[in-house]
């Protein structure tokens, strides 16, 4: 089974309006971690946000912001005020384990386009 | 702070050859990561270090591939005999603590 979910390969949003990624996750740990990463056309993976499974509220940083929803195991990326240069591959990525495990897995990715 | 550094950014090889990447990490970063990535997904996991100790590899990392953080500085990233199938991007992440991974700029490697 697929531990990391990305349904959307493409998204298309106006400049300057909001857009919302999903990404929905499969675990049997309790304690574990979800990131956000953007890939750019130059090919270099950008970290924009983590939510640990504990954390009671939505992570946010800056114009971006996490919409967990535990019960649901979904981590939907948010995405406000959207820009040009926000164009790129988003992935999706979750860390099972505490702490000390190191087992990365990401999902297969959205490209989002932003439009003029 | 110059980031992860990854080199080459891109290596042609003929199939058969031995290949050898380099990624320099974030200074004081003591993890290390290596994943794969082909065209249209996500990266793949392939193995990790902290400090010079390789603490896991993925199914993934055949007998093929070898890796080694000799002073748990930079690190290198082996494929001998390399098949077309080993063609991709093969990317390093550092990470000062468990959570956070920045990532290089990737080694892009193509087999023909």
């Known amino acids: 089974a697929q531990k990391i979910t990305q349904t959307q390969p493409g998204m298309f949003v106006q400049e300057k309006e909001a857009v919302t990624l999903d990404c929905t996750y499969d675990?049997?740990?309790?304690?574990?971690?979800l990131f956000w990463y953007k890939q750019p056309s130059s090919g270099e993976m950008i970290f924009l946000i983590y939510?640990?499974?504990?954390?009671?509220q939505n992570a946010t940083e800056g114009r971006y912001s996490l919409n967990f929803q535990k019960a649901r195991k979904s981590a939907n990326l948010v995405i406000s005020a959207s820009q040009l240069g926000d164009s790129a591959m988003y992935f999706c990525?979750?860390?099972?384990?505490?702490?000390?495990?190191?087992?990365?897995?990401f999902g297969p990715g959205t490209r989002l386009s932003v439009l003029p | 702070d110059t980031g992860v550094s990854q080199n080459p950014r891109h290596k042609i090889t003929k199939r058969g050859q031995n290949v050898t990447f380099r990624c320099d990490p974030i200074?004081?970063?003591?993890?290390l990561y290596w994943y794969r990535q082909t065209l249209g997904q996500g990266p793949e996991f392939l193995t990790y270090?902290?400090?010079?100790?390789?603490?896991?590899k993925s199914r993934l990392l055949s007998d093929r591939f070898s890796a080694e953080r000799p002073k748990g500085s930079f690190s290198t990233l082996e494929i001998q005999r390399t098949e077309q199938g080993d063609s991709a991007m093969y990317l390093c992440?550092?990470?000062?603590?468990?959570?956070?991974?920045?990532f290089g700029a990737g080694t892009r490697l193509s087999v023909l």
């Open positions: 992440a550092s990470s000062p603590k468990e959570n956070i991974q920045y």
């Open positions: 675990t049997s740990d309790q304690s574990y971690g």
């Open positions: 939510q640990g499974s504990y954390d009671e």
């Open positions: 990525a979750m860390r099972e384990g505490d702490n000390y495990g190191q087992n990365f897995v």
């Open positions: 200074s004081e970063h003591n993890r």
């Open positions: 270090f902290q400090n010079e100790a390789q603490l896991e």
